[in-house]
């Protein structure tokens, strides 16, 4: 199992799901991806899974809880006169999931401490349910360096082991920021980055998604990432 969370929302954690599960099903693996809570979609097709299956190939996905209002899964289950998401009953759906795959990837909503009930139960709560690794993706620009900072300090708090960083979408052209973030970011993981797919590469077709995945993921994930060649 690896839960997928990152520094906040729109920095890459579905792209980055859909080339883990890629890269899986490219090895012969069988894969399931879990969306616990979808916000900001109203009931009907599209989602966050819709594009890891369009990416990926992958089938088997779920989807426990959607809210149309773009919100935390707290706030947007309230807004909705709904209650809240049981993370305890999205673990037992993993492990249930967990008996029939190779691999489970579950992808959070927004960032590791964003609210899913009134409690405060957060995806990082999911995880030590899970005694699951965390896959922390995060931005390459200015501000992703406390970002990542603060959401690696949670992780340890909470005595979760990170599966590594990744930049969810390196630009074309980096600017100064950008480059400058490849070292610091090492620095700040202590250890290398896991990775740094291309921005864009959600747009492109399923062939062309896996190379990218492949160039864009690091060892441990499955592909050939390497830093110094971006």
């Given at each position: 199992?690896?839960?997928?969370?990152?520094?906040?929302?729109?920095?890459?954690?579905?792209?980055?799901?859909?080339?883990?599960?890629?890269?899986?099903?490219?090895r012969?693996?069988?894969?399931?991806v879990?969306?616990?809570?979808?916000?900001?979609?109203?009931?009907g097709?599209?989602?966050?899974?819709?594009?890891?299956?369009?990416?990926?190939?992958?089938?088997?996905?779920?989807?426990?809880?959607?809210?149309?209002?773009?919100?935390?899964?707290?706030?947007?289950?309230?807004?909705?006169?709904?209650?809240?998401?049981?993370l305890?009953?999205?673990?037992?759906?993993?492990?249930?999931?967990?008996?029939?795959?190779?691999?489970?990837?579950?992808?959070g909503?927004?960032?590791?401490?964003?609210?899913?009930?009134?409690?405060?139960?957060?995806?990082?709560?999911?995880?030590?349910?899970?005694?699951?690794?965390?896959?922390?993706?995060?931005?390459?620009?200015?501000?992703?360096?406390?970002?990542?900072?603060?959401?690696?300090?949670?992780?340890?708090?909470?005595?979760?082991?990170?599966?590594?960083?990744?930049?969810?979408?390196?630009?074309?052209?980096?600017?100064?920021?950008?480059?400058?973030?490849?070292?610091?970011?090492?620095?700040?993981?202590g250890?290398?980055?896991?990775?740094?797919?291309?921005?864009?590469?959600?747009?492109?077709?399923?062939?062309?998604?896996?190379?990218?995945?492949?160039?864009?993921?690091?060892?441990?994930?499955?592909?050939?990432?390497?830093?110094?060649?971006?």
């Amino acid at each position: 199992m690896l839960v997928v969370s990152g520094t906040g929302t729109e920095v890459g954690k579905t792209v980055v799901t859909a080339a883990v599960a890629a890269l899986a099903l490219a090895r012969g693996e069988r894969v399931a991806v879990v969306k616990p809570a979808q916000t900001g979609e109203v009931p009907g097709p599209g989602g966050d899974l819709e594009v890891v299956r369009r990416l990926s190939g992958v089938r088997l996905t779920r989807e426990l809880a959607r809210y149309p209002d773009p919100l935390s899964p707290e706030a947007a289950a309230r807004r909705a006169g709904r209650p809240p998401l049981d993370l305890a009953e999205v673990a037992v759906v993993v492990k249930q999931l967990a008996a029939a795959a190779d691999l489970v990837l579950v992808e959070g909503a927004g960032g590791l401490l964003v609210r899913y009930d009134p409690a405060g139960a957060t995806i990082a709560d999911l995880a030590t349910m899970l005694s699951a690794p965390v896959l922390v993706v995060v931005s390459s620009g200015l501000g992703t360096l406390n970002h990542t900072a603060l959401t690696l300090e949670a992780l340890s708090a909470r005595r979760l082991g990170p599966a590594g960083v990744v930049i969810g979408s390196w630009p074309e052209r980096p600017g100064l920021a950008e480059r400058a973030n490849l070292t610091d970011l090492v620095t700040i993981a202590g250890r290398p980055l896991a990775g740094a797919l291309p921005a864009g590469a959600g747009g492109l077709d399923r062939g062309a998604f896996l190379a990218a995945a492949r160039a864009g993921l690091g060892p441990e994930l499955g592909g050939t990432f390497d830093a110094h060649t971006i």
